[in-house]
């Protein structure tokens, strides 16, 4: 079995939203749809520090998608069975032909990585950016990462991975002792987020 799972190296992550932007190009994703976001862990508003002036203050930031769960929330309250676990990816997916837009993915999801898209997609040009393969954007649909499947399938990773400047993304199978990701999410340093929601997920934070 493989399960595909990342582990963010928050130490050389630099918050440049490379990734963001990248997933948005790559995945085509219309006017007001994110998969992938950076938290900032200081103060209230992106780059500013938590504490007083003078005072003690610290700031940090990591980057946030689906965390693609051993057993997803948002799988087992959807009703039509359009999220689902890709058994042979670990990768979990969404069939927009099968969502209806009801929002209880959205609603279950403990990390907030999903939305809706409402109304019909508006695009920024009039053709289509980044793969040609990557997902349709469908009224009435939810939407979230989805480790770039129409990369992974082929054997590449995801387009995120691919460009980030810091190198601070692995992506590799989980289930593999021998691999990168597998060994750096055994460290004792990598942590889960929320991994009391019993969830499972598989993307670690290296701190």
């Known amino acids: 079995m493989t399960q ?7 130490k050389r992550c630099i918050a440049c939203s490379t990734c963001v932007v990248g997933c948005k190009v790559e995945n085509n994703l219309p006017q007001g749809m994110w998969w992938n976001k950076v938290v900032n862990e200081g103060g209230e508003n992106p780059d500013s520090p938590a504490g007083t002036y003078g005072g003690e203050m610290s700031m940090s930031s990591y980057t946030l998608s689906c965390q693609h ?16 676990k890709d058994e042979e990816t670990g990768i979990v997916m969404i069939d927009a032909e099968k969502c209806i837009g ?7 999801c403990p990390y907030g990585v999903r939305s809706l898209q409402e109304g019909d997609p508006v695009q920024y040009a009039d053709f289509a950016f980044g793969a040609a393969n990557a997902p349709a954007h ?3 649909t939810a939407e979230k990462c989805t480790f ?8 590449d990773v995801p387009f995120c991975v691919e460009v980030c400047p810091g190198r601070a993304r692995i992506f590799g199978d989980l289930d593999d002792p021998n691999s990168e990701v597998a060994k750096l999410a ?7 987020l929320l991994a009391d929601a019993g969830t499972g997920p598989n993307v670690y934070l290296l701190r």
């Open 186 to 192: 055994a460290q004792s340093n990598a942590e889960q």
């Open 102 to 108: 009801c929002g209880l993915c959205v609603e279950a």
């Open 148 to 155: 770039c499947h129409h990369r992974v399938k082929d054997g």
């Open 69 to 84: 769960c051993d057993k997803p929330a948002c799988v087992a309250v959807c009703a039509t069975g359009a999220t689902w």
């Open 138 to 140: 469908l009224a009435g």
């Open 4 to 10: 595909y799972g990342m582990v963010i190296d928050v």
